[in-house]
């Protein structure tokens, strides 16, 4: 079985409404300049003291609040102030008086009707020479009225306002109440109450730089040089210890035109703060403000469930669904959606939001009809395109996905978060140069949004670019420190490289900013499991499962776990929640069904391997997989048709290069005349006794022979190979006694063997051949070979007695490959044991013609071997192992010292043996073992 490790492709959550970065620029006669003009301006002119104060301060809130509110929903799109130093204007008319447009008269505020001037109000409130004003002046503006925004474009001319004040009569207010900007929770109370917080502000040229979305923290500043500046506070988060800001500098400012403020530094940094005193709609100014219903207050239903449509507009019913999506309470959300479409059916933007409510209630259907009717309404509002597309992206259909995201990108060439979803709708489909050409556009547009690095970064690891990928990780945690999801990432990229020690400290670097990150802990526990770190990788597994017990990969990554600890019951009872949780779990069905041929449970395994097939037809893992339960069955028709169809699909997931080599390999047996593949020779039959069989003297049988039948079959199989009576350079007198003492041995504990000494190329390989047949339906499968060895370009060769050289060319017709041995035992539904006892010099070095430098004085090491897999070498990789001047050569003899000992596992034994080679040797000889065994295995399992 191999490691499964889960890259995360962060992307907007279908289940929020569009960030202020993902909202779509509208053209409404305002001017945008470049991203990062820079421009200081603001409340540069102190309230006179007198004035101040006689102003009224806003009541200290005193309720218990929410731990978060937005406003941000009800908010004019963020423009640029461009060259004026009209801050204040901006914040206190522009965004908070077109923010009450917005929630108590019921209008749209992305049409520039129904937004204040800005300009306009600048112009009236002014000093002299066109500089800076204040909230008292923009308040004595607005008592008397301001012109909209398509009646007053804003322009950054310093030049005295048209004659218009005659029809300037809207967007009145009634004053101003000021804040202490010392008292955080006065400022949160009022945005509780649906107000937003005007604030003078002290700003920095580190604040001019500010981008994305971390939490601007930095008290130091200048007032003397740096200046005031004006903002309209449009939210909190407790949880960032945050205010949400709304600002004048363009959407290439912070994170669209917003940004993170935190607490500590208000009082240090905010020198004034306060509200509008608004009047419940324009022809009403002598009225008190009206606030939308807070969020946790009681709804008045009708006896059908549905919102009385009496209790408000259809506007103030879709902003009090928004103010309840933003506390995820989806199903008052929802109804009052319903509310605002029974009174405006043709409120595109309600059925925009209901769809995202539904969505988040994951009625995936209900959602697409809210979304098509928002489309139908308004076929020119890129968002309704975008949440359709994320929709599509999650289902997944990523050619509609990416349907829509084209749609939105054509409205909106600047939808950042669009180009982001479109990328990952064509990582889904496997096309990555086109994903990260998407991501360059959107971090192009943005280009301090930590999401679109982290993004991009998936698209360039899943294409293998480690380098790439880690640099854009690294990129995405210098602009979000707090960010967990890219240090998750970069230790996947470790994670690919098997420096398991990094990918840990990654892992937990996440976990440390997000313990409930229950993704991190599921690839820590992958990680940790590499480190053959079994328990830890558990309890990790665990708590993924506490954090998330509803989530079917966590049982199914701790069942991974748990079957490579050895313990298949607890494995099979994870795997049978995780099937219960998810029934199209692929991966699920595919280790369930490997655990049953494991278990010689041909039928059941069959059956889950084709239930994985059927969700998901491209795993090529469990074509072989099932390839192998047929053929274990004597079923060799079903076998063939499986291996041929595993070998016409790409290697696809981590089991594809073992799914694509062991189907070859065992089609190789199976088929005669498959292309590529040596044609079986008759293979000869069992020995039963030392020295049975005469050197060149197997007995054939038929060709074409199919292995034995389960019933009938040996679950402990060996093929020992002797090679010393070699034609063309002098003999080696050991390997064939080598090889006859250790069959016996063999068979002393319980192992029936397959016998073959002193045999040449079509003998050797047509008894190998046999072995493989049997060995499908063998629990252990163990080859012993002794004699001449030697590499080639870092494949490993055995020599038969009757090769006349070793060449690259003709090695294939010469001599016998190990690796189409170790293809064709790559199962891990059995133990494969491979002991060679060989490089004892390469004795046709001297007839070959050139080396060329592609062969080593020894056999070439594996860096890895396939799962449920031994390799035993009686020398170190590149070193020559000595025949001996005994009876036996050096390994051979420790061998048998301790190849009969009972109840030994096998690397315990294998240690045993190098103690004693080292010793006999004086350290001119170490051998060496790698493996993968899924767990112990005693050769003699006898006690004593």
């Not at 005659?166 to 107000?195: M, T, W």
């Not at 199919?706 to 350079?729: C, E, K, Q």
Request: net charge neutral; hydrophobic share 40%.
């Amino acid at each position: 079985m191999h490691r499964y490790f889960v890259s995360v492709w962060s992307v907007v959550l279908l289940g929020l409404s569009l960030s202020p970065s993902q909202a779509p620029a509208r053209d409404a006669g305002v001017r945008f300049d470049p991203p990062d003009t820079q421009y200081t301006s603001g409340d540069d002119q102190e309230i006179e003291a007198e004035v101040r104060q006689k102003l009224p301060y806003a009541a200290r809130f005193r309720g218990t609040l929410p731990p978060a509110v937005d406003l941000t929903a009800r908010m004019p799109l963020p423009g640029n102030q461009g060259k004026l130093r009209s801050c204040t204007a901006w914040a206190a008319a522009y965004a908070a008086r077109s923010y009450y447009t917005a929630s108590l008269d019921g209008r749209d505020v992305s049409q520039p009707q129904n937004v204040v001037s800005p300009n306009y109000v600048y112009h009236l409130a002014r000093g002299p020479e066109c500089t800076g004003t204040n909230f008292v002046r923009i308040t004595n503006v607005l008592k008397a009225g301001a012109p909209s925004l398509a009646d007053y474009p804003y322009s950054d001319q310093c030049v005295p306002p048209p004659q218009i004040a005659p029809n300037a009569a809207g967007f009145r207010v009634r004053g101003y109440n000021r804040i202490d900007p010392h008292e955080i929770e006065g400022i949160k109370g009022q945005l509780a109450q649906s107000n937003p917080v005007l604030i003078s502000f002290a700003d920095s040229p580190a604040f001019h730089r500010h981008r994305g979305e971390a939490v601007f923290n930095d008290p130091a500043f200048d007032p003397g040089q740096d200046g005031w500046h004006s903002m309209t506070i449009v939210g909190y988060d407790d949880r960032r210890r945050a205010f949400r800001l709304m600002n004048s500098w363009g959407q290439g400012w912070g994170d669209g035109g917003y940004a993170w403020l935190g607490y500590d530094i208000v009082p240090q940094r905010v020198r004034e703060a306060g509200v509008l005193d608004v009047a419940k709609s324009s022809s009403e100014t002598a009225a008190q403000p009206v606030a939308p219903t807070p969020p946790q207050s009681g709804l008045a239903q009708n006896p059908s469930g549905q919102i009385n449509p009496g209790s408000g507009s259809a506007f103030e019913h879709l902003n009090r669904g928004i103010d309840f999506r933003s506390k995820r309470d989806h199903d008052n959300a929802i109804l009052e959606f319903n509310a605002a479409i029974s009174l405006d059916p043709r409120l595109a933007r309600a059925f925009n939001y209901r769809g995202l409510s539904w969505l988040s209630k994951g009625n995936a259907d209900r959602a697409l009809a809210d979304f098509n009717e928002a489309i139908q309404l308004d076929p020119k509002d890129p968002s309704a395109y975008f949440n359709r597309g994320n929709l599509q992206a999650a289902k997944p259909d990523p050619d509609a996905a990416i349907a829509d995201y084209d749609q939105a990108i054509r409205m909106n060439p600047r939808f950042a978060a669009a180009y982001s979803g479109r990328a990952g709708a064509w990582r889904r489909k496997g096309d990555l140069d086109r994903a990260i050409a998407d991501m360059d556009e959107a971090a192009r547009i943005e280009p301090k949004n930590a999401d679109f690095y982290n993004n991009r970064g998936n698209a360039l690891l899943d294409k293998k670019d480690y380098d790439r990928a880690f640099d854009d990780y690294t990129q995405a945690t210098n602009i979000n420190p707090s960010f967990p999801a890219p240090y998750n990432n970069r230790g996947l990229v470790w994670a690919n490289r098997k420096d398991y020690d990094r990918a840990v400290a990654e892992y937990t670097a996440a976990l440390r900013l997000n313990p409930n990150y229950a993704l991190a802990l599921r690839n820590r526990a992958a990680a940790e499991r590499g480190q053959n770190k079994l328990d830890l990788a558990i309890a990790d597994n665990a708590e993924a499962i506490r954090i998330e017990p509803k989530n079917a990969e966590n049982y199914f990554q701790r069942a991974f776990t748990l079957r490579q600890q050895g313990n298949p019951d607890a494995a099979l009872a994870d795997l049978a929640e995780a099937l219960r949780l998810n029934p199209k779990h692929a991966f699920a069905y595919y280790l369930r069904a490997t655990i049953w041929r494991v278990n010689k449970e041909f039928d059941r395994a069959i059956e889950d391997y084709t239930r994985c097939l059927q969700n998901e037809p491209a795993y090529v893992g469990a074509l072989t997989g099932r390839g192998l339960a047929h053929e274990a069955k004597g079923e060799l028709a079903p076998a063939r048709q499986d291996y041929r169809a595993a070998l016409a699909l790409p290697e696809k997931y981590e089991t594809g290069k073992w799914a694509h080599q062991t189907a070859g390999a065992r089609l190789a047996l199976l088929e005669p005349g498959t292309p590529g593949a040596k044609p079986p020779i008759s293979p000869p039959s069992e020995s039963k006794a030392p020295g049975a069989t005469a050197p060149g003297s197997a007995a054939p049988v038929s060709p074409a022979a199919p292995p034995p039948s389960p019933a009938g079959a040996s679950s402990r199989l060996a093929l020992v190979i002797g090679n010393g009576a070699y034609r063309s350079v002098a003999q080696l007198p050991n390997p064939p006694n080598d090889a006859r003492a250790i069959a016996q041995s063999l068979r002393d504990i319980g192992f029936t063997v397959i016998e073959a000494i002193d045999v040449d190329r079509v003998k050797m390989e047509a008894t190998t051949i046999d072995f493989l047949r049997r060995a499908s339906t063998a629990r252990v499968a163990l080859l012993f070979y002794a004699g001449h060895g030697v590499q080639i370009d870092g494949r490993n060769y055995l020599i038969p007695i009757d090769a006349t050289e070793v060449r690259k060319e003709s090695a294939g017709f010469e001599l016998i490959d190990v690796d189409r041995i170790l293809a064709g035992l790559d199962d891990e539904a059995r133990a494969n044991v491979v002991i060679l006892d060989a490089c004892r010099d390469n004795p046709l070095e001297a007839r070959t013609a050139s080396r060329s430098g592609a062969r080593g004085g020894g056999l070439a090491g594996y860096s890895s071997v396939g799962s449920g897999m031994l390799i035993a070498f009686a020398t170190a990789p590149g070193k020559t192992a000595l025949d001996g001047s005994g009876a036996h050569s050096p390994f051979t003899e420790a061998m048998l010292k301790h190849l009969g000992s009972p109840n030994i596992e096998i690397n315990e034994m294998l240690t045993r043996v190098r103690v004693d080679v080292v010793a006999a040797t004086e350290r001119k000889q170490i051998p060496w073992v790698n493996s993968s065994l899924l767990g112990d295995l005693y050769l003699n399992d006898r006690r004593r």
